[in-house]
T-cell receptor, first 110, second 114 residues
Framework: QKEVEQNSGPLSVPEGAIASLNCTYS??????FFWYRQYSGKSPELIMF????GDKEDGRFTAQLNKASQYVSLLIRDSQPSDSATYLC??????????FGDGTTLTVKP | EAGVAQSPRYKIIEKRQSVAFWCNPI?????LYWYQQILGQGPKLLIQ????????DSQLPKDRFSAERLKGVDSTLKIQPAKLEDSAVYLC????????????FGPGTRLTVT
C-alpha cells in the first residue's frame, strides 16, 4: 500500500462543473497536506495547502482535511478547460518527510 | 524572485555511463529536495537536505546514486553507472523550511538511458 493514494483517473467533467479529487494517506504522522497541479511536461506547482481539519477555500478551490479518516480532498468549482492537468496530493510529517501520491488526471471538456 | 534552476534540461546517455545534474534553489531556502518522477507516477523523494545536512535519503539507491549540497546552496545529483530504469525526470525543489512550507520545483531534467 502506498503511503498516499489517489485515484489515477482520468476524471472527466464538463466545463462549469465541480471537480472532486480525493486522497487518502496511511502515515498518521502526516501533519500538513499540499495539492499541486502538474501540466503535461511541466513541473508541479502549488495550488493549496491545509494543516487543520475542515475546509479551506481559495477562489475556485476548496481543500478539505479529515485527519480522523486520513482523507484529503480538493474541490474545483466552475471547472475550466485550463484546469485540465494532473493533480498531485502530498503529505508532510513533522519530521520533514514528504510523500506524493501518483496523481489524478483531470480533463475538463468545453 | 528567481525560481529553482536546474541543468541540463535534457540528457541522453547509454547504460553504464555516468551523469550529473545540478540544482540552484531559491535564495534563502534551507531545504532542498531531489525527486525522481517516472512517467505516470508521482515524484518519488530521493534525498532531502536541510542546509548542508541530509534529512532523508532512505529511497536513494546508494550503490549508484550520490548527492551533495556544498555550502548549503547548490546541489548535484550523480548517477554512476546508469541503468535503463533510471530513465525519468529528475526534479529539484526547495522550501523555506521543512516540513510546513510548500515546495517550489525547478523545470526538471529529462534523462533517457538507452
Amino acid at each position: 500500500q502506498k503511503e498516499v493514494e489517489q485515484n489515477s483517473g482520468p476524471l472527466s467533467v464538463p466545463e462549469g462543473a465541480i471537480a472532486s479529487l480525493n486522497c487518502t494517506y496511511s502515515d498518521r504522522g502526516s501533519q500538513s497536506f499540499f495539492w499541486y497541479r502538474q501540466y503535461s511536461g511541466k513541473s508541479p506547482e502549488l495550488i493549496m495547502f491545509i494543516y487543520s481539519n475542515g475546509d479551506k477555500e481559495d477562489g475556485r478551490f476548496t481543500a478539505q482535511l479529515n485527519k480522523a479518516s486520513q482523507y484529503v480532498s480538493l474541490l474545483i468549482r466552475d471547472s475550466q478547460p485550463s484546469d485540465s492537468a494532473t493533480y498531485l496530493c502530498a503529505g508532510n510529517t513533522n519530521a520533514g518527510k514528504s510523500t506524493f501520491g501518483d496523481g489524478t488526471t483531470l480533463t475538463v471538456k468545453p | 524572485e528567481a525560481g529553482v534552476a536546474q541543468s541540463p534540461r535534457y540528457k541522453i546517455i547509454e547504460k553504464r555511463q555516468s551523469v550529473a545534474f545540478w540544482c540552484n534553489p531559491i535564495s534563502g531556502h534551507a531545504t532542498l529536495y531531489w525527486y525522481q518522477q517516472i512517467l505516470g507516477q508521482g515524484p518519488k523523494l530521493l534525498i532531502q537536505f536541510q542546509n548542508n545536512g541530509v534529512v532523508d535519503d532512505s529511497q536513494l539507491p546508494k550503490d549508484r546514486f550520490s548527492a551533495e549540497r556544498l555550502k548549503g546552496v547548490d546541489s548535484t545529483l550523480k548517477i554512476q553507472p546508469a541503468k535503463l530504469e533510471d530513465s525519468a525526470v529528475y526534479l529539484c525543489a526547495s522550501s523555506l523550511e521543512a516540513p510546513a512550507y510548500e515546495q517550489y520545483f525547478g523545470p526538471g531534467t529529462r534523462l533517457t538511458v538507452t
